[in-house]
Nanobody
Framework: QVRLMESGGGSVQAGGSLRLSCGASGYTFGSACMGWFRQAPGMEREAVAG????????VYGDSAKGRFRISQDNAKKTLHLQMNNLKPEDTATYYCVAKTNGPFDYYREWWSRIAEYNYWGQGTQVTVSS
């Protein structure tokens, strides 16, 4: 049974930092493409960052570029999202996602599509105050 469990959310002032983590189990960790999505109240879910199988290519949504960094620890089966210089508009529920079934080609073309990911965590809340 695949499980994705996020942690690390919380409340922070604008300009601060948070590090989200996602513990994964139930599949071969390095075999999946993983990522982070977020959803703010009344808004559509959007892709924040993604990382290719085994910690290969990293990709970022426009809102995350230059401020967020995705990484994974294959030994600990954990995905991270380091978020710096947080802004009030980053306030959202953040979800860890995994795509365990291929094909995985043309990753940069599909990484931001919600339907590509077959496993989702429960989400962790991030609140940034001004």
């Amino acid at each position: 049974q695949v499980r994705l469990m996020e942690s690390g959310g919380g409340s922070v002032q604008a300009g601060g930092s948070l590090r989200l983590s996602c513990g994964a189990s139930g599949y071969t960790f390095g075999s999946a493409c993983m990522g982070w999505f977020r959803q703010a109240p009344g808004m559509e879910r959007e892709a924040v960052a993604g990382i290719y199988r085994g910690g290969g290519s990293e990709v970022y949504g426009d809102s995350a570029k230059g401020r967020f960094r995705i990484s994974q620890d294959n030994a600990k089966k954990t995905l991270h999202l380091q978020m710096n210089n947080l802004k009030p508009e980053d306030t959202a529920t953040y979800y860890c996602v995994a795509k365990t079934n291929g094909p995985f080609d043309y990753y940069r073309e599909w990484w931001s599509r919600i339907a590509e990911y077959n496993y989702w965590g429960q989400g962790t809340q991030v609140t940034v105050s001004s």
